[in-house]
């Protein structure tokens, strides 16, 4: 069982564009592919998690959600890195189909798509960390008993300042962005004898 990085995608991973309803809507934020391929170097699994209720309201089809993601780890790949894993919530209770239109487990802040995760990729969620630009991220990460960690881009600055001081739950680290993030998370691996070939 090992520690992973769960990663949200908008804000995070790439600019906070609302929905990314065409291709060249999606771009990757500087220094994401550097962040990600460290994690690679040191083995640790990086798994994408995110909420994608611009499906379930009808704004794109499920074509471009896979094209977004191909062109997402093409750019990665351009750059020697990659994520092991992209997990995707389609629901919201104002889908227009019927088939999106459900109580799930799986959107954030539930934890349905982390467990999920663990269990088809060997993680341990106790000793892995959840990085994103909302507070539903971190809540994700308490609920699976992982380390939270904001994200500065996308939506995180306005949380932070607005959201953040009524929350209970707190991030274990803010970072200005993915890079500074993965500074932290790699030295926090170091310190409780987290080593690349576990």
Known sequence: MRPAVFLDRDGT???QMGYINHIDRFH??????????????????????????????GYF??????????????LLAEDNAHVDGIYVCPHHP?????????????????????????RELGLDLARSYVVGDRWSDLKAAASCGA?????????????????????????????GNLQEAVDWILADLAVTGVRSEE
Do not use: W
């Not at 962040?35 to 998690?49: G, W």
């Open 13 to 15: 991973i790439n600019e």
């Open 28 to 57: 990757l934020l500087d220094g994401v592919p550097d962040a990600i391929r460290r994690l690679n170097i040191a083995a640790i699994p990086v798994v994408v998690v995110t909420n994608q209720s611009g499906l379930a309201r």
């Open 61 to 74: 089809p499920e074509s471009l959600l896979v094209e977004v993601h191909h062109r997402m780890e093409l």
């Open 94 to 118: 104002e889908a227009r189909e019927a088939k999106f239109r459900v109580d799930c487990d799986c959107r954030k802040p539930k934890n349905g798509l982390f467990v999920r995760a663990a």
């Open 147 to 175: 380390k939270g960690i904001l994200v500065l881009t996308g939506y995180g600055r306005g949380d932070y300042e607005y959201i953040g001081p009524q929350q209970q739950i707190q991030p274990h680290y803010v970072a």
